[in-house]
Structures are given as structure tokens and as C-alpha cells.
């Protein structure tokens, strides 16, 4: 079975400061790993992705998620929060031998970003 | 190319009543999903449907049933409303398997569901 980690349910950061959202994962089979965003009253939009090509994978709106298989993580960070960057944050993972394909999702992180 | 759509929005139920909830995507996916999220627990799997007229069970597929009658559509019925369905439900669709980006699901706006 797979899992997925996030740490940390609330997050607060300075405007202008570093962000750095944690996600691990299990699972048993080489993974896909992605980060979505979610607006409030919104749907999840999909920041960025790794499927096993570079491991330093940039997204959208400035963020960006390094796969350390050795650490099982990927964590979000963004040099600098912009106000904008409010929202809730959810790591997934997928299976690769399945059709399915399926997301496990994280419990979520809401990030806060302080004037 | 509006992607993801869902209906109706929000709607509130008592106890027993039933309802569908609708789902279609234009980007000519094989595969759809609907999940559920709660406070505190990410979003769960209740039904996926790699293709028109199959379908199959996720981690939370009590209390519901689902219909995919063609490629574009996939709705989830709730025949007899419970309080614990209360939640924000969406749907996702994905791409068939080797096709560009078929790695990744684009999700819906979501319906958000009041069961009293």
C-alpha cells in the first residue's frame, strides 16, 4: 500500500520568505509525485510533477519539489511567499503498475503567508 | 475547452434522499474519477472508470453508485443520503496511458454536498 506524509496541517510564513512544505511518502513501487494547490472554494490545480526524469522538478508560479528517493520525500519550497500563495497545499502519489493510476493524497497543509 | 465540469455546486439533502451528482470532461480522457474530501483527510477514491461502461470500487465506494455511459460523462448517485456523506466531492479525469501528459489528473470545481 502507499501513503503519503505531509507535516505539518498549518503553516506561516512572512511575505517574502522562504516557503517549505514537507511531504513523504511509502510505497512499494517506483512512484509518481505530484503537488496541487487548492484556492479556497476552489478545485486542486496541479503545481508540478515528478514522474522519474530529473529529480529537481519546477512548476508552476515560482515552486519546485526535489524527489530524494533515500529520504522517501519531496518537499515544496519557493524562495519567496508571496501573499498570493495562500492556500491549501496536498502531496500525492501515484502508482506506476497499475492502470488505475489512482492519487493517495496527503492530509494537506493550509499555507499562510503574513504581511 | 472548459476542461472539468461539475453539477450542481452545493446542494443540501435531508437524511434518505437520493441525488445525482454530474461530471463531464472534454478533453477526450479514458479515465475519470470521483473522490471525496474531508477536513482533515486529503481526498479519497470512492469510484474510477478507466473507459465507457466499466467501472470499479476505490477506498470509500459505500453508499454510492456510479454510471459511465459514454466518454464524457461519469456520475455518482447517492440513492439514500447519510449525514456522514457530507463532504466536498470531485471529479478528475485522466488521459489514456501514453499519451502526453496522461501522468496527470485535472480535476473539477467540486460540489459541495450538505446532508442533514
Known amino acids: 500500500a502507499q501513503s503519503v506524509t505531509q507535516l505539518g496541517s498549518h503553516v506561516s510564513v512572512s511575505e517574502g520568505a522562504l516557503v517549505l512544505l514537507r511531504c513523504n511518502y511509502s510505497s512499494s513501487v517506483p512512484p509518481y509525485l505530484f503537488w496541487y494547490v487548492q484556492y479556497p472554494n476552489q478545485g486542486l490545480q496541479l503545481l508540478l510533477k515528478y514522474t522519474s526524469a530529473a529529480t529537481l522538478v519546477k512548476g508552476i508560479n515560482g515552486f519546485e519539489a526535489e524527489f530524494k528517493k533515500s529520504e522517501t520525500s519531496f518537499h515544496l519550497t519557493k524562495p519567496s511567499a508571496h501573499m498570493s500563495d495562500a492556500a491549501e497545499y496536498f502531496c500525492a502519489v501515484s502508482k506506476l503498475d497499475t492502470g488505475r493510476r489512482a492519487l493517495t493524497f496527503g492530509s494537506g497543509t493550509r499555507l499562510q503567508v503574513q504581511p | 475547452n472548459a476542461g472539468v465540469t461539475q453539477t450542481p455546486k452545493f446542494q443540501v439533502l435531508k437524511t434518505g434522499q437520493s441525488m445525482t451528482l454530474q461530471c463531464a470532461q472534454d478533453m477526450n480522457h479514458n479515465s475519470m474519477y470521483w473522490y471525496r474530501q474531508d477536513p482533515g483527510m486529503g481526498l479519497r477514491l470512492i469510484y474510477y472508470s478507466a473507459s465507457e461502461g466499466t467501472t470499479d470500487k476505490g477506498e470509500v465506494p459505500n453508499g454510492y453508485n456510479v454510471s459511465r455511459l459514454n466518454k464524457r460523462e461519469f456520475s455518482l448517485r447517492l440513492e439514500s443520503a447519510a449525514p456522514s456523506q457530507t463532504s466536498v466531492y470531485f471529479c478528475?479525469?485522466?488521459?489514456?496511458?501514453?499519451?502526453?501528459?496522461?501522468?496527470?489528473?485535472?480535476f473539477g470545481p467540486g460540489t459541495r454536498l450538505t446532508v442533514l
Open positions: 478528475a479525469s485522466r488521459g489514456q496511458a501514453m499519451a502526453a501528459g496522461s501522468d496527470t489528473q485535472y
